[in-house]
């Protein structure tokens, strides 16, 4: 058996993972476990930046305010103002460890700031049109070179190694209360199934956008975090909630690919096929609405044109400052022979940005004990019904700060020392007959089908019921064939994956109103007295 062991797990290398990890390594060995590239993450996509109050005319109590309106009555007022309140020190300690964010030309700011939907004030720090990548290109290049910090890239988490699982299986341990000690983990190349003991663990695989078809997510966002803490017994809460951006780039030669809400901070505006402009239907801030309005405002319009797409036009700006400000956006729709100075943009709503996930306090601290979650696997309390738009990235810096601070309050012990559980290894087979393989491709491509069709960004109970018996079915499948089909990142991707639309699908039955980014048209009302809470789910 292979068995590996460190003092900190981290799944996930993105700026959650990386951060926390970088500021507990001094003091603690620290394993990365990502399970493709160690850049391929959704942090590497993020275009727009992160929101901070950083100016004179801002204040704290505005971005708050901004974001308890984009949550919708489910955000919690105090992990807001906590969150809120630590963003200038963050911001300025990524700006020290080197990210090149854009400089203001005013003295009484010092960075360029953007504006997005939802926000009252230009408050988005950024590096040009793709920060995510510059965060992604220091954190990486930090953690690379500590000494205390190992990366393995290709290798994929499969099941996190809990103190209830390793009772029902026999085994003595001394541990009274439920407790995380690790993880097995597939090393992809080597095709062979480690067991990594920790005494904590961390999840940050990010989000889940790959449920649906369409989607602004990289093709790891299949929920990994979520379906494994759930599968150990942690509280999974609001799954319900999925942010659909309301523009993805509409081409059949593109993938992924998202038209920043910054574009329409600048001016942008979002009109139909005979060019007339139509968020003023929708609500008093027109293109700058909040991203669930937006996002139903142009399902809508879709829907009752018939037409493919609505665009984004922002030709009437000078061209020179479009290719400045939006450098990756310029260059990607001119591949494809969109020139934004002169050419509206194609774009339809993506799956985007998973609002719940796993439960945590203020510290990333899950329901079991020594697991904590970051990033787009936790649901923290900051987002609620709808993320206010480029709050997430702040999000996984503050809980990393928080996270890490838990961690290094402790007292300190040298890993060889811990006196780890007995823990069998994982008897999966790795070289078994795959005549089974075409299993996950039908299944993969079903549920993302069932979920756009069934689970998208406007709802009804009998659809969502529907949804919910074929995914029973899935989930048989999935579980009969599971033992005797050569273990692999596809099929552990595939189990996640239904679990996730699980997840997703049962909040949403659960959940009687519409609010935020849940629109269910046979409960078309928000009802405070009754809902004005979490939907929360636990395996029994």
């Given at each position: ?59 704290f ?12 009555g489910?955000?919690?007022p ?21 990210v090149?964010?854009q400089l ?25 049109d793709?920060?995510g ?11 690379e ?19 209830c ?7 003595r ?7 995380c ?6 090393d ?13 663990t961390?999840?940050c ?7 649906y ?15 494994m803490a ?11 909630f ?13 993938k ?8 329409r ?5 979002l009109?139909?096929k005979?060019g ?28 009752q ?28 729709c ?10 509206s ?22 329901s ?6 970051l ?9 609620g019904?709808n ?5 997430s990235?702040?999000?996984a ?11 290094n309050s ?8 811990v006196?780890f ?8 087979p ?5 005549s ?23 709802r ?19 579980n ?31 959940r009687?109103?519409s ?15 009754r809902?004005?809470?979490d ?5 029994d």
């Open positions: 058996m292979d068995t590996r062991t460190y003092d900190t797990l981290v799944i996930g290398s993105g700026i959650a993972g990386l951060t926390f990890a970088l500021k507990i390594a001094d003091r603690c060995k620290v394993a990365v476990v990502t399970k493709k590239e160690k850049v391929e993450t959704s942090t590497n996509y993020a275009q727009g930046g992160i929101a901070s109050v950083l100016s004179p005319d801002d204040s109590d505005l971005h708050i305010q901004d974001t308890l309106n984009s949550g919708d489910l955000c919690n105090d992990v807001v103002e906590m969150v809120i309140k630590n963003g200038p020190n963050r911001i300025h300690e990524l700006a020290e460890m080197g090149r964010f203001s030309q005013q003295n009484s700011v010092p960075f360029d700031l953007a504006r997005e939907g939802g926000h009252s004030r230009s408050r988005i720090v950024h590096s040009q793709m920060t990548r510059e965060v992604e290109r220091v954190l990486v290049s930090m953690a070179n500590h000494p205390n910090i190992s990366i393995f890239e290709n290798h994929i988490a499969i099941d996190l190694i809990v103190e699982h390793l009772l029902k299986r026999g085994l341990t001394t541990q009274r209360q439920e407790r000690w690790g993880a097995y983990v597939l992809i190349e080597g095709n062979r199934i480690l067991t990594c003991l920790a005494r904590d961390l999840l695989t990010g989000g889940a956008g790959k449920v078809v369409y989607t602004s997510n990289p093709d790891v966002a299949t929920g990994d975090g979520v379906a759930y599968r150990a017994g942690a509280e999974i809460a609001n799954m319900e999925v942010q659909f951006h309301p523009t993805c780039l509409y081409h059949p030669h593109a992924n690919f998202l038209i920043s809400e910054a574009v901070g600048e001016g942008g505006r009109i139909d005979r007339h402009d139509f968020m003023a239907k929708y609500h008093p801030l027109k293109d700058l609405a909040c991203r669930d309005v937006v996002a139903r405002a142009i399902d809508t319009e879709i829907k044109s018939g037409d493919d797409c609505v665009y984004v036009d922002i030709s009437h700006r000078d061209a020179d400052f479009l290719r400045r400000r939006f450098p990756g956006i310029h260059e990607k001119l591949s494809l022979g969109i020139d934004i100075t002169r050419d943009i194609p774009v339809v709503p993506a799956a985007h940005y998973i609002c719940g996930g796993v439960r945590t306090d203020k510290y990333g601290r899950t079991i004990q020594h697991l904590y979650a990033g787009e696997s936790a649901c923290t309390g900051l987002h019904a993320r206010l738009a480029s709050n990235l702040l999000e810096l503050v809980f990393a700060h928080n996270a890490a601070a838990d961690i402790r007292p300190s012990a040298p890993t060889e020392k006196s559980p007995e823990v069998p290894p994982l008897e999966m790795l070289n078994a007959n795959d089974e393989m075409v299993l996950i491709a039908y299944n993969w491509d079903i549920i993302r089908r069932l979920m756009w069709n069934y689970v998208g960004i406007v009804k109970d009998s659809r969502l019921r529907l949804a919910q018996n074929h995914l029973a079915q899935i989930q048989r499948e999935i009969e064939h599971y033992p005797n089909i050569s273990l692999n990142s596809d099929l552990i991707e595939l189990r996640n994956l239904a679990t996730v639309a699980e997840l997703i699908v049962n909040c949403a039955l659960e009687h109103e609010r935020g980014l849940h629109f269910n048209i046979d409960h078309p009302q928000k009802d405070d007295d809902w004005q809470r939907t929360t789910m636990r395996l």
